[in-house]
């Protein structure tokens, strides 16, 4: 569905690799391009009432998103953005909540692979459960740093204002 998405403009949208999940090596503009097309893509993939709660938390992701990118801030742009801050947790969380227990989702066989390579050589952990071998059952993590960090965005912003006038790339030529 996302190699059918139309280009837009000359650098704004571009064309998608055929399958747009082996994307490697992506550049932000290739996961805003993704996220940008991602509602026309995933709709009507799903029943309800999963097809909604997908096109909500894939909105409201573009919503944060862009009150992330802004130039210039206000007091009400950033109260907004704490409050969609606030609703993208509880989207997650329900979504995490509402699809784990609807689908089986499992470790992709190259990560399994990859995982069973590393117990081999002896740098990965040690296998302390003894299950059927094959795919590992995986779930949605939502307590990782780049979930904890969202909240952040907003103190960064009243700090140094909008995302756009910092970075975090090591300079290397003065």
């Known amino acids: 569905r996302f190699r059918a998405?139309?280009?837009?403009?000359?650098?704004?949208i571009w064309r998608f690799a055929t399958n747009a999940s082996e994307m490697k090596k992506l550049a932000a503009r290739d996961f805003e391009d993704l996220?940008?097309?991602?509602?026309?893509?995933f709709e009507g993939l799903l029943p309800e009432p999963y097809n909604t709660i997908i096109m909500t938390l894939l909105y409201r992701t573009a919503e944060w998103h862009a009150f992330t990118k802004l130039q210039l801030h206000t007091e009400s742009t950033l109260q907004h953005l704490e409050k969609l801050t606030t609703e993208l947790r509880q989207l997650m969380q329900n979504f995490r909540d509402t699809t784990q227990?609807?689908?089986?989702t499992f470790k992709l066989l190259k990560e399994t692979g990859a995982q069973k390579?590393?117990?081999?050589?002896?740098k990965g952990k040690e296998k302390t459960t003894t299950g059927i071998p094959g795919r590992k059952p995986k779930n949605l993590n939502l307590f990782i740093y780049k979930w904890h960090a969202l909240r952040d965005y907003i103190c960064?912003?009243?700090l140094f204002g909008g995302t756009d006038g910092f970075s975090t790339q090591v300079v290397s030529n003065l």
């Open 5 to 12: 998405m139309p280009t837009f403009g000359s650098s704004t």
């Open 35 to 41: 996220l940008q097309c991602s509602i026309p893509a």
């Open 101 to 104: 227990s609807a689908f089986g």
């Open 117 to 122: 390579r590393r117990q081999r050589s002896g």
């Open 156 to 158: 960064a912003i009243h």
